[in-house]
């Protein structure tokens, strides 16, 4: 019951060797590659321009008419309504802008 390890008997064979620097040249990418990740997360996640949420219901659309969808653009507001009308909005003044009645 020596205390004789294998690796205190001389060099190691060459593809033992390889597999040993492989190993450690793919658990030092591994970290660098989790580190850039959380990186890369704290630097999104603190990111100081937040996008503006706008609700079609800030809107004056008229009574009764639904919406079936919205979205924003450059500034402008754009909300589709189930009476098949788009309507655009100023999105800072919130003011009616234009109407596209949508063809059948």
Do not use: C, K, W
């Not at 620097?21 to 990740?37: E, H, K, Q, S, Y």
């Not at 919205?70 to 507001?77: H, K, L």
């Amino acid at each position: 019951m020596g205390d004789n390890f294998p690796e205190d008997d001389g060099p190691l064979p060459p593809n033992l060797r390889f597999l040993r620097i492989l190993v450690t040249v793919l658990t030092g990418v591994m970290i660098l590659g989790v580190l850039t990740i959380v990186l890369l997360l704290v630097i999104r996640l603190n990111d100081t321009q937040r996008p503006i949420l706008v609700h079609p219901e800030v809107f004056a659309i008229p009574a009764g008419v639904g919406t079936v969808g919205y979205s924003v653009i450059n500034g402008y507001t754009v909300i589709i309504g189930d009476d098949g009308i788009i309507r655009v909005f100023a999105s800072d003044t919130r003011d009616l802008v234009d109407e596209v009645i949508l063809g059948d």
